[in-house]
C-alpha cells in the first residue's frame, strides 16, 4: 500500500493544566487505545474510588511499561484519515531538549496547553521559549477547560491576546489558538456547540492543517565530502548526500573553497546500479569536471542554494560535558564532515534545563545547562540554519576527548552585534 505520511508531535504546558488528559482524549476518541485500556482505567478507578480521568489512562501505561507490559510511552500513537501521529513524550524539559538538539527526537510540530481558568504561567512562557530554542515553527495555543470559565468568548481573547505578545517577542507565531475542554470533550474531535462564537477547526481536524517539511529530496543539494580517493588516476569523491539530488552534468559549487565545476560521473560497481541522479540518503562517489584539490568537509552544493559560510555564528546548545563550558577554551566543533577548532565567543543567555530558568551573568555553562552562544570557528565554515536543514543545521562540540555538547545553528551574527 501507499505509505502514510507521519507527523511528529510534542504537547507541552505547565503541570494540570491538561496535558495528559488532552492526550488521552485524543487516544481515546481516535481508538488508538490498546483493547480494554479503558475498563481496566475505569476498574482502576472505581478500586480507587475516584472517578475516571482521562488523564489516568497515560499513568496506565506507564504502569504497564513498568511492568514490561505492552505499550511504549515514549511512542504514543494516534491516525486521522490525513495521517499517523506520533506523540513525541516530553517527560521532563532537560531530556526533551537534549533529545531534540542531539537528534534523537524530532518533534516537527508542538501543542502548547494553557489552563484557561489559571491563565499564563511563568512555565507557559518558558515552554514558548523553549519552541523558539529549537526552532519549532509549527505550533498551536490550545486554551484548555474552558468550561470553568463558562466559556468565555472575551477570557480566552484575553488569554490569545496575551500569549501572542509574548510570543512573537520570541519570533515563535502560533498558526492557531483553540479553546477547549479536554475533560468534556470539547473542540477536541468535532466543533463545540458550547463555543458557537469559536469559528476555527476542532484540534483534530486542526493538526491535519500543519503544513509537513518538504523531504530531504525537494531540499537543496548538501552533499558533505567525506574523502577523495585516487583510482585508475581519477580522484573520486566519496560521501553522503543529505539532502537534494543531484545528476551528472549538474553545475556545482564547492564550499566553502568557492570552487564551479561540473559533475563528469556517478560511480557504481556493478552495471545494474549505473544512474544519472542520486538522492538525500545514498552514500555515492562521483567525478567531478575539474581537477581540484578537493577535502573532507567541503559540501558539494548547486549555486544558486549555496549554504551559509562563516566563522561566526548564532547556536542553542546543550551542555553535557563533565567540565562546565567555558568562554574563550578551544574545543572541536563537528558539523557533517567537517572538524574544526572552535571557541565560544559569548554566552548570550544560560538557562537550567530542568526548570528553565534563565541563570544571570553566565560566564559558563554548567553540565545539563542550555544556552544560547556565538560561536567561532578557526576557518570558515559552511552549514544551514536548523530550521532550514536539520542535518547540516546540527553539530556537536568535542572537549578534548568526549562529546559534550549538541547544537544547532540559529542564524548568523548581524552586523550590529558584529563581536569584535
Ligand atoms: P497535566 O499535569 O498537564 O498532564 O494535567 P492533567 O491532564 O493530569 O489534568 C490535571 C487536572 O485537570 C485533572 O484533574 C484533570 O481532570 C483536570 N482537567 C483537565 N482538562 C480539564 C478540562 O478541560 N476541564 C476541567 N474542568 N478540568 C480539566
Known sequence: GVE???????????????????????????KSLPEGAIDRVKRIAKEKGKPFEYAYLLDAFEEEQKQGITIDTTQLQFRTEQRDYVI??????????????????????????????????????????????????????????????????????EIKQEMNEFLHNLHV?????????????????????????????????????????????????RFPIQDVYKFDNRRI?????????????????????NKLTKVKTIEYWADKDKTDSIYAGMSVGITVEDEFFNQRGEFIVHPDQAPLVSDTFKANIFWM??????????????????????????????????????????????????????????????????????LTGRFVIVDGYDVSGGGIVSGLVKAWQAVS
Open 173 to 221: 507565531f502560533p498558526l492557531k489558538y483553540i479553546p477547549i475542554s479536554a475533560f468534556f470533550g470539547e473542540n477536541m474531535i468535532t466543533r463545540s456547540e458550547k463555543m458557537p462564537w469559536y469559528k476555527g477547526e476542532p484540534i483534530l481536524k486542526a493538526i491535519d492543517l500543519f503544513e509537513k517539511d518538504r523531504g530531504l529530496e525537494s531540499k537543496p543539494l
Open 321 to 390: 560535558g563533565k567540565k562546565p563550558l567555558v568562554k574563550g577554551t578551544d574545543y572541536k566543533l563537528k558539523l557533517a564532515t567537517q572538524e574544526l577548532e572552535c571557541e565560544i565567543h559569548s554566552i548570550v543567555k544560560a538557562i537550567d534545563a530542568t526548570t528553565l530558568e534563565t541563570i544571570e551573568d553566565a560566564g559558563q555553562v554548567k553540565t545539563n545547562d542550555v544556552a544560547e552562544v556565538i560561536i567561532r570557528t578557526k576557518k570558515q565554515l559552511c552549514f544551514d540554519e536548523f530550521k532550514n536543514n536539520q
Open 4 to 30: 502514510r505520511e507521519v507527523l511528529n508531535i510534542v504537547v507541552v504546558g505547565h503541570v494540570d493544566h491538561g496535558k495528559s488528559t488532552v492526550i488521552g482524549r485524543l487516544l481515546y476518541d481516535t
Open 237 to 257: 569523491i566519496a560521501g553522503r548526500i543529505e539532502s537534494g539530488t543531484l545528476h551528472v552534468g549538474d553545475e556545482v559549487l564547492i564550499s566553502p573553497s
Open 88 to 157: 513525541i513524550d516530553a517527560p521532563g524539559h532537560k531530556e526533551f531538549l537534549k533529545n531534540m538538539i542531539s537528534g534523537a527526537a524530532s518533534a516537527e510540530a508542538a501543542l502548547l496547553i494553557i489552563d484557561a481558568n489559571e491563565g499564563i504561567q511563568e512555565q507557559s512562557k518558558r515552554h514558548g521559549y523553549i519552541l523558539s530554542l529549537l526552532g519549532i515553527q509549527k505550533a498551536y495555543v490550545l486554551i484548555n477547560k474552558m468550561d470553568l470559565i463558562d466559556y468565555s468568548e472575551a477570557k480566552f481573547n
